[in-house]
């Protein structure tokens, strides 16, 4: 089996989550300490962490072309960070609960979030505006913790 590289130190709090940069030269971690970790995947040092988040970040992800990084809060939003500098690019606001997750279309044009709130909500990417919300989505925020190629149809994920 395999051996462990290095550990990656530099969170305060439990990490929720991490995930490898689609080229494989970065990860990125989310924690309960309020922030995401950008890390250098090769040697294992922070390149920079993005805080703005009022509480813990349940999920961090790139888009797919790796430019952009999107992560979800318990404090009820997603935020859209600049993957190379970690500046914020947008905060989206409309859930009333923590979100659980959010990630990128395949195409990068737009995110999805899911919410404990009960709803999924698709937001523009790039203007950072709420597209659809999906309502009555209980039975879906458990597989919502996306795969590639996710479709939005009549009120569902499928």
Avoid at 9 to 28: E, N
Avoid at 52 to 58: I, L, M, Q, R, S
Avoid at 110 to 126: F, G, L
């Amino acid at each position: 089996m395999g051996k462990t590289l290095y550990t990656l130190a530099g969170h305060t709090d439990s990490v929720i989550s991490a995930v490898f940069s689609p080229d494989g030269r970065r990860i990125v971690s989310a924690s309960l300490d309020r922030t995401a970790r950008v890390w250098d995947a090769e040697i294992g040092e922070t390149v920079h962490a993005v805080a703005g988040h009022a509480k813990a970040v349940t999920s961090a992800a790139y888009s797919l072309d790796g430019r952009w990084i999107v992560s979800a809060s318990d404090d009820g939003t997603v935020r859209v960070w600049d993957a190379e500098t970690g500046e914020e690019a947008h905060a989206l606001a409309g859930h009333t609960n923590s979100v659980l997750s959010a990630a990128f279309s395949p195409d990068g044009r737009r995110i999805v979030s899911t919410s404990v709130d009960r709803t999924v909500r698709v937001w523009d990417a790039e203007m950072g505006e709420a597209i659809r919300t999906l309502t009555g989505a209980h039975a879906c925020c458990d597989l919502c913790r996306l795969q590639p190629g996710w479709t939005v149809d009549r009120q569902c994920l499928r």
